[in-house]
């Protein structure tokens, strides 16, 4: 819940940017054009009206070395062939074998570096890559329109240059995904279709089917039905202290809520924003719904009770429980899987759930001092953030990869769908680990089109399993995401929970304070008989005052105004 040190925030934005990785490169919605195309409401524009042009250069050869793992392209790789016929352009690439550090020491020891490579600090640290925005100004029209408003964000702090064009987190117009993997009220389908599918919107809608269904199936599989289940475990704790923070209508900033026209954070925790939840949690358990070991297991324990089937509810992050959810999937349990629902306290509030991911920065390609004509690299990358090969990264070939339905909209046939499940088909006719690692079109383009198959709702719709479908249907939508409200533009300093407290510091020992208060006192609150909730509750707020809570939040307000004076584009 709470800002992060640096060692935690780091871990977590592993974490993310691991999922984000593989999630792009396996399931980005894409929007290709056609004639009668529809009108796209949002879109992705070219930088230049040749922007899909390509020029074609003298015989060139760029070395890059990547860390990652593969999917290793083949010698004789469609899209590597169509690079070089088309640009002139050799990619010789490198994949990461061992330990990263070990290989960055190695490299940097020695100062053998390839043309271009993926980001490290380490490689900043060694002075090992060269500014690029004066490149960009100069040779790249495209990546300087792409990253034109989050320009001030890709310098250093250190010294004001631009180093690494990030892959990730550059958008254009609405953020609407196909799925869904962050924070939600989740809800067995199962549950859901029981009751005709309904849309809890509150806090007692939700429970009430929760305690409706188990009073109908007090046991799953010969096991006892579980009504909710909690998570408050290592640095995993968002699923007991985030909720409040969502239930009033605010997006995820951690332990603050951040007031969008002031750009100050204030504390939710031990106060009047988060009190009703855990009162209706005390709630719950009094009538035997709570999970009594929610509070005293670890996340194997919790991804174990989750994946027998039996647990019907909880506040959680998707991609926390995905293991769960494909275990679920694999013994063939899809009914006792997840939809996730944005409750509000009350209904006059919007929902902010859904966010907009923030720009990842220190990932991406840079250029290093090894390379004789960067030139050329930067106008190699800058064609390749053009639609025409954007679309040929994400989509493939027309014709082979995906058709254009009459609407002009991309789509696939199951025998195009399956070979993509394909890892040697892919070896041979994508270039997965070149593409997730170089900036990129995310969003819809101009034409309607999503920029990837597994973001165009009607081809992720139909690539979904039958339950899916069924419970999409029964609501009217076609993505997961769809029951989210849409989300605005990020403020420049989103998210505060990524800013770091700094070791030993004052904001960091109250950080840590608040965070084992709330994990000793608020299991207490919950768990105590109702008539012992507000003295449990007085007793935590108590508590809570006496801890330096203001060193905390004058050096996440310093940071966020930071944020605001040094990423806010000029």
Not at 31 to 54: L, M
Request: proline share 6%.
């Amino acid at each position: 819940m709470g800002v992060r040190t640096r060692k935690t925030a780091l871990g977590l934005l592993m974490l993310v940017l691991a999922f984000s990785m593989v999630a792009s490169a396996c399931s980005k919605s894409n929007n290709g054009g056609a004639s009668e195309s529809p009108k796209a409401s949002t879109g992705t524009s070219e930088a230049s009206p040749d922007a899909n042009s390509t020029e074609k250069v003298d015989p060139f050869t760029i070395s890059i070395f990547l860390n990652s793992v593969g999917p290793i392209p083949t010698e004789d790789n469609k899209i590597y062939q169509e690079i070089k016929d088309q640009l002139g352009i050799t990619l010789k690439e490198e994949y990461l074998v061992g330990d990263i550090e070990q290989k960055l020491g190695v490299m940097i020891a020695g100062g053998d570096y390839p043309d271009m490579i993926t980001a490290h600090t380490k490689l900043t640290a060694a002075k090992a890559v060269i500014p690029l925005e004066d490149l960009i100004e100069q040779h790249a029209p495209n990546l300087k329109k792409h990253f034109a408003n989050v320009w001030e964000q890709l310098k250093d702090p250190a010294d004001g240059h631009i180093y690494w064009l990030p892959g990730y987190g550059v958008y254009q117009g609405d953020f609407k995904p196909t799925d869904y993997m962050g924070p939600a009220f989740y809800i067995q389908k199962a549950v859901l279709k029981e009751f005709g599918y309904p849309t809890p919107k509150t806090l007692d809608e939700y429970f009430k089917l929760i305690e409706d269904y188990a009073a109908k199936y007090p046991e799953i599989d010969g096991q006892p039905t579980i009504g909710y289940t909690s998570l408050a475990f290592d640095w995993r704790d968002w699923g007991l202290r985030n909720a409040p923070q969502h239930l009033a209508g605010h997006p995820n900033d951690g332990g603050v809520l951040v007031d969008p026209n002031t750009n100050v954070a204030t504390l939710y925790s031990a106060n009047d924003i988060s009190k009703p939840y855990y009162k209706k949690l005390n709630e719950i358990n009094a009538k035997g719904l709570m999970d009594k070991e929610a509070f005293a297991q670890n996340y194997d324990q919790f991804l174990a009770k989750i994946s027998s089937g039996r647990v019907l509810g909880m506040f959680e992050q998707r991609w926390n429980f995905g293991q769960a959810h494909d275990s679920l999937v694999s013994q063939g349990k899809y009914d006792r899987t997840y939809v996730g629902f944005p409750l509000v306290y009350d209904t006059n509030t919007k929902d902010h759930y859904l966010d907009r991911p923030p720009l990842n920065l220190g990932t991406g390609f840079g250029i290093t001092i090894n390379a004789e004509e960067p030139e050329k690299i930067i106008k190699f990358l800058d064609t390749m953030l053009s639609e025409k090969w954007q679309k040929r990264l994400n989509w493939g070939e027309e014709g082979v990869d995906y058709l254009v339905g009459d609407n002009g909209l991309y789509y696939r046939t199951p025998e195009m769908r399956k070979q993509q499940d394909d890892v040697t088909w892919k070896q041979k006719y994508k270039a997965e680990s070149l593409w997730g690692n170089m900036p990129k079109l995310e969003g819809n383009y101009p034409d309607g089109n999503a920029d990837g198959p597994g973001n165009q709702p009607d081809e992720f719709f139909a690539n979904l399993k039958d339950i899916d479908r069924e419970v999409l249907t029964a609501y009217g939508f076609k993505t997961w995401s769809d029951f989210f409200s849409t989300p605005p533009e990020n403020r420049v300093s989103y998210p505060a929970w990524n800013i770091d407290l700094i070791e030993g510091s004052p904001a960091k020992v109250a950080n840590q304070k608040m965070k084992d208060l709330d994990f000793k006192l608020l299991p207490k609150a919950i768990l105590s008989k109702p008539e012992k909730f507000e003295e449990v509750w007085s007793d935590y707020v108590a508590q809570m005052g006496k801890v330096d809570t203001q060193a905390y939040l004058d050096r996440v307000n310093e940071m966020l105004k930071w944020r605001v004076d040094n990423w806010t584009s000029k």
